[in-house]
């Protein structure tokens, strides 16, 4: 997350074409393939074919990891999903809004996981270590394991598109909590929350930018984790003492 943009309502910005599958209809009434009759959860589950919106997506996933977001085209995207590239518009208004919501979707595990965190019943300081530490980590496995999908999630972060800037407001929410809980239980003592919550984001950017990240991918995983524990030490020590 680009410095000093730490403070982004994650509500600015809509969610994206295709972040939300349709609900099917209620009291849906099916049969099995071996004619069993289907009602309710269990007919939607079985039978309910993926929405046209969840369809492009998976396809413009598997384009992405494939080709490379830069080689991706509308136009291949909406052939393999039997539809005119016309119809394509419908879901997704542009191809940079189609490849951000792939972004989009591995952003939400990224949150999930880093919700789970913030929720667990531990002390504040381990928690916003944890949480910091998972972030960096959840990046650099992307970029090891499919750097055509962070390519995305750096692009859109470099250039502030909505996706990014959502992400960024979430996970200000969640330093935020681990903050509120930790002066709540006395382990922090801030004199400025809005001081502290961005000191936080500005003292780990080096580590949790994904255009740092990606500098760092031939560090050893190790030592980059040994020099940002150093750095989270610190802010958790500004945090504890009240400088901020």
Same mark, same amino acid.
């Given at each position: 997350m680009p410095r000093g943009q730490a403070g982004a309502d994650p509500r600015d910005e809509p969610d994206a074409p295709g972040d939300k599958a349709r609900a099917p209809r209620a009291g849906a009434v099916r049969l099995s393939p071996d004619g069993q009759l289907l009602v309710g959860p269990a007919a939607r589950a079985r039978a309910a074919p993926p929405s046209a919106d969840a369809r492009l997506l998976a396809i413009a996933g598997e384009h992405v990891r494939r080709l490379g977001h830069r080689q991706v085209?509308?136009?291949?995207?909406? +052939?393999? @999903?039997?539809?005119?590239? &016309?119809?394509?518009?419908?879901?997704? $208004?542009?191809?940079?809004? !189609?490849?951000?919501? #792939?972004?989009?979707?591995?952003?939400?595990?990224?949150?999930?996981?880093?919700a789970a965190i913030a929720d667990a019943p531990d002390p504040a300081d381990d928690k916003l270590e944890r949480l910091l530490l998972a972030l960096a980590a959840l990046q650099r496995e992307v970029l090891m394991g499919d750097p055509h999908l962070f390519a995305v999630h750096l692009d859109?972060?470099?250039?502030?598109?909505?996706?990014?800037?959502?992400?960024?407001?979430?996970?200000?929410?969640?330093?935020?909590?681990?903050?509120?809980?930790?002066?709540?239980?006395?382990?922090?003592?801030?004199?400025?929350?809005?001081? +502290?919550? @961005?000191?936080?984001?500005? &003292?780990?950017?080096?580590?949790?930018? $994904?255009?740092?990240?990606? !500098?760092?991918?031939? #560090?050893?995983?190790?030592?980059?984790?040994?020099?940002?524990?150093?750095?989270?030490?610190?802010?958790?020590?500004?945090?504890?003492?009240?400088?901020?």
């Open positions: 085209t509308v136009v291949g995207v909406a +052939a393999e @999903a039997g539809m005119t590239h &016309a119809n394509v518009y419908r879901y997704f $208004p542009s191809k940079t809004a !189609l490849v951000d919501a #792939v972004a989009g979707r591995w952003l939400r595990e990224v949150e999930a996981e880093l859109a972060t470099v250039e502030s598109r909505p996706i990014a800037r959502r992400h960024r407001g979430r996970l200000r929410l969640l330093v935020e909590r681990v903050i509120e809980e930790g002066l709540n239980a006395g382990a922090f003592a801030l004199r400025d929350r809005e001081r +502290a919550i @961005a000191f936080v984001f500005d &003292a780990s950017h080096r580590f949790i930018h $994904p255009a740092s990240v990606q !500098l760092d991918a031939e #560090v050893p995983r190790d030592l980059i984790e040994t020099r940002f524990g150093a750095v989270i030490r610190a802010i958790l020590r500004v945090l504890r003492t009240g400088t901020l």
